[in-house]
T-cell receptor, first 111, second 116 residues
Framework: QKEVEQDPGPLSVPEGAIVSLNCTYS??????FMWYRQYSRKGPELLMY????GNKEDGRFTAQVDKSSKYISLFIRDSQPSDSATYLC???????????FGTGTQLKVEL | ETGVTQTPRHLVMGMTNKKSLKCEQH?????MYWYKQSAKKPLELMFV???????ENNSVPSRFSPECPNSSHLFLHLHTLQPEDSALYLC???????????????FGPGTRLTVL
């Protein structure tokens, strides 16, 4: 079993839709959770960063962590074609700087 | 130049060649990383340097040799690679390095490597 599971997609939605991206994990020691966005031919860029359980909102993006279910989500409201990218979840334990990544979900927002 | 830069952006090499990838960060960070990104697979951490000292080697074959001359520069020396080493090689940096719980990583654009 992989430490972090993420559906690779592709996920195709119409412009304006609400997008839900998810990851599950098996290591209960993970405490810090991140979402990265990666455009084609670019490196990943940090989108959201959360600690422990709860929600965090930043503009059209909401990150949600449910540690009891070992499940994290990223919601994108009013999706735009510019949101088309691969979204990577990443997480780490309290110590050290080693990140564990999901495989990434490819999202396409169509006009 | 800002952020994390990588050169070259694309590289094609034969299995007997020797080449080097370069990474430079302009963020004043103290930790630098090499990752390998292959299609449909999670990012694989290869090496970690904290304050110029290698602190992690994630069972990487010896045909990959990292070098960190200072906290702003990181190299990955390549020799006698195999076709399965073809991938996107990403460099990242983070502010505080070891034992910094809230540390986050910032990535460069990557080098697309093809081994023939």
């Amino acid at each position: 079993q992989k430490e972090v599971e993420q559906d690779p997609g592709p996920l195709s939605v119409p412009e304006g839709a609400i997008v839900s991206l998810n990851c599950t994990y098996s290591n209960s020691a993970f405490q810090y959770f991140m979402w990265y966005r990666q455009y084609s031919r670019k490196g990943p860029e940090l989108l959201m960063y959360t600690y422990s359980s709860g929600n965090k909102e930043d503009g059209r993006f909401t990150a949600q962590v449910d540690k009891s279910s070992k499940y994290i989500s990223l919601f994108i409201r009013d999706s735009q074609p510019s949101d088309s990218a691969t979204y990577l979840c990443a997480m780490k334990t309290g110590g050290g700087n080693k990140l564990t990544f999901g495989t990434g979900t490819q999202l396409k927002v169509e006009l | 130049e800002t952020g994390v830069t990588q050169t070259p952006r694309h590289l094609v090499m034969g299995m007997t060649n020797k080449k080097s990838l370069k990474c430079e960060q302009h963020l004043g960070h103290n930790a630098m990383y090499w990752y390998k990104q292959s299609a449909k697979k999670p990012l694989e951490l290869m090496f970690v340097y904290n304050f110029k000292e290698q602190t992690e080697n994630n069972s990487v074959p010896s045909r990959f040799s990292p070098e960190c001359p200072n906290s702003s520069h990181l190299f990955l020396h390549l020799h006698t690679l195999q076709p399965e080493d073809s991938a996107l090689y990403l460099c990242a940096s983070s502010p505080e390095g070891l034992a910094a719980s809230t540390d986050t990583q910032y990535f460069g654009p990557g080098t697309r490597l093809t081994v023939l």
